[in-house]
């Protein structure tokens, strides 16, 4: 498999550190609000890799941080009167409701700012002796940018370009413009946690460097996010987490592109900012994962009703295809698997990997699952196809469907037991009532159980959650 490595700007062959496994560390949310459809991108994404990669005999260890100590958090909590870990510990809720959703697998470890801040605080720490950070007089502790030479690298921009086009507060306590905060004094009524240089809480970025390090080594293979977080957030974790170990960092890059909206870059000011929620109340999750793997993930999409209802009507293809291959074998006789429907099956599988082993090019890749879609309409309509005929092309067409997450809300009605329809029922009643905390409450309890429920235009869709 071959990946667009942002760190060299071209394309390479996708080589583990270990044979057969892959480390995959990909930022996550600030969790102060529901996530909008920018943010759905990566999640959708990165997960259809890690779903391929484990298609392809791999084993995966994902990473997803949550940050939930922030700015945006503390104002958050400061404008609703509560905590900043009420809201973060809120929102993460959220954010698995619209994950399960969109039927992104949870993480193999999903940890949190506040639940490292001993790895933080040592990696800080390590900066600081080595000399390559220093605290100001103010109590922040900065990165000298002008320590680590490589600086610029992954953006590819040269540090004296970045140097020109950068300013300096008097009052920041900075010695150069590019130098970039590691920790940061408390202010006044925000959360802090003790360190050696004072109360205070960590600097974005180097909460990823921590994280990523301790669950997977100081060197790994791959890292993933954003296009937006190219520069000045993977730039500062590869600068202060190579500064710190002496070590490359990650190997590969991976960034997705830009969402824009009505041909315009999204913006609460435009009024053109949507929420995943929004938008699955309107057309359900499964359109909005559809939206994001249709595309390849370096490419812009444009969001906008036209394409969410293109993208509405093709996922219906894949259902109805589905759903009739189900009443042909119902209906099918046994018999041979032919040697043309043999041949069919092996090229549109090949077909498939040679999309995806293409930069992850699930555009192409999703041409190939049409293409098998129109063989087999024209096999289920041929009442002498073989019953064991159409089920390799069904078992095919869920490997392939499977490996970009869709059609996860094809199930038959007696697959959901009993006490989860019943709970479901129940919040329905509750939600009614308008009883929003125990619609909240029953909500939690059927996702224990291991299923999400969300209400969507088209009625109460009930989902079972991967493991």
Same mark, same amino acid.
Do not use: W
């Given at each position: 498999m071959q990946i667009y490595n942002t760190l060299t700007r071209k394309k390479e062959e996708l080589v583990p550190m270990t044979a057969g496994h892959m480390g995959?560390? @990909?930022?996550?949310?600030? /969790?102060?609000?529901?996530?909008?459809?920018?943010?759905?991108?990566? =999640?959708?994404?990165?997960?259809? !890799?890690?779903? #391929?990669?484990?298609?392809?005999?791999?084993? /995966?260890? #994902?990473?997803? %941080?949550?940050?939930?100590?922030?700015?945006?958090? =503390?104002?958050?909590?400061?404008?609703?009167?509560?905590?900043?870990?009420?809201?973060?510990?809120? #929102?993460i809720a959220e954010y698995k409701t619209d994950a399960h959703g969109l039927n992104v697998m949870d993480a193999d470890v999903h940890p949190t700012v506040t639940s490292c801040m001993d790895l933080i605080i040592d990696i800080v720490k390590k900066l600081v002796d080595s000399g390559h950070a220093y605290a100001a007089a103010n109590g922040d502790v900065y990165f000298r940018t002008s320590s680590f030479p490589e600086y610029g690298k992954l953006s590819g921009q040269p540090i004296e370009e970045l140097q020109a086009g950068a300013r300096i507060d008097i009052n920041d306590g900075k010695e150069e413009p590019l130098d970039f905060a590691v920790w940061k004094a408390a202010k006044p009524g925000e959360p802090y946690w003790e360190s050696p240089w004072g109360k205070g809480r960590p600097g974005w970025h180097i909460e990823c460097s921590a994280m990523s390090c301790h669950y997977l080594g100081e060197t790994f293979d791959l890292h993933c996010g954003g296009q937006d977080l190219i520069f000045p957030h993977h730039e500062n974790e590869i600068a202060q987490s190579e500064a710190a170990n002496g070590k490359p960092f990650a190997h590969y890059w991976m960034h997705n592109g830009y969402i824009n909206i009505d041909n315009k870059k999204m913006s609460k000011s435009l009024g053109n900012f949507f929420t995943v929620r929004e938008v699955a109340e309107q057309y359900g999750y499964e359109v909005i994962r559809y939206m994001m793997v249709q595309a390849h993930y370096r490419s812009p999409i444009n969001y906008?009703?036209? !394409? *969410?209802?293109?993208?509405?009507?093709?996922?219906?293809?894949?259902?109805?295809c589905r759903d009739t291959l189900d009443r042909a074998i119902a209906a099918a006789k046994s018999g041979e698997i032919s040697a043309e429907a043999t041949k069919t099956f092996a090229?549109?599988?090949?077909?498939?990997?040679?999309?995806?082993?293409?930069? *992850?090019?699930?555009?192409?890749?999703?041409? @190939?699952?049409?293409?098998?879609?129109?063989?087999?309409?024209?096999?289920?309509?041929?009442?002498?196809?073989?019953?064991?005929?159409?089920?390799?092309?069904?078992?095919?067409?869920?490997? *392939?469907?499977?490996?970009?997450? *869709?059609?996860? %809300?094809?199930?038959?009605?007696?697959?959901?037991?009993?006490? /989860?329809?019943?709970?479901?029922?129940?919040?329905?009643?509750?939600?009614?009532?308008?009883?929003? @905390?125990?619609?909240?409450?029953?909500?939690?309890?059927?996702? @224990?159980?291991?299923?999400?429920?969300r209400e969507t235009r088209q009625g109460t869709e009930i989902t079972k959650i991967d493991a």
């Open positions: 995959i560390y @990909a930022c996550g949310p600030t /969790v102060y609000n529901y996530i909008h459809i920018g943010n759905a991108r990566p =999640i959708c994404a990165f997960d259809v !890799l890690r779903r #391929y990669l484990k298609y392809r005999g791999y084993t /995966v260890t #994902y990473v997803q %941080n949550f940050t939930d100590v922030d700015d945006k958090i =503390i104002k958050k909590a400061n404008e609703e009167g509560t905590t900043a870990a009420e809201i973060a510990k809120r #929102y906008c009703k036209e !394409l *969410l209802d293109a993208c509405k009507a093709s996922l219906e293809r894949l259902y109805v090229k549109r599988k090949e077909q498939f990997i040679t999309a995806m082993d293409d930069d *992850l090019n699930t555009a192409d890749g999703m041409t @190939a699952i049409f293409e098998l879609v129109r063989d087999l309409n024209r096999m289920s309509a041929d009442a002498s196809t073989s019953k064991e005929q159409l089920e390799a092309g069904a078992k095919l067409f869920d490997e *392939l469907t499977g490996v970009m997450g *869709l059609l996860y %809300n094809r199930k038959q009605a007696d697959t959901i037991p009993a006490e /989860v329809t019943a709970l479901v029922e129940q919040r329905q009643a509750a939600r009614k009532a308008k009883d929003f @905390a125990e619609a909240d409450r029953l909500r939690d309890k059927i996702a @224990a159980l291991g299923y999400a429920v």
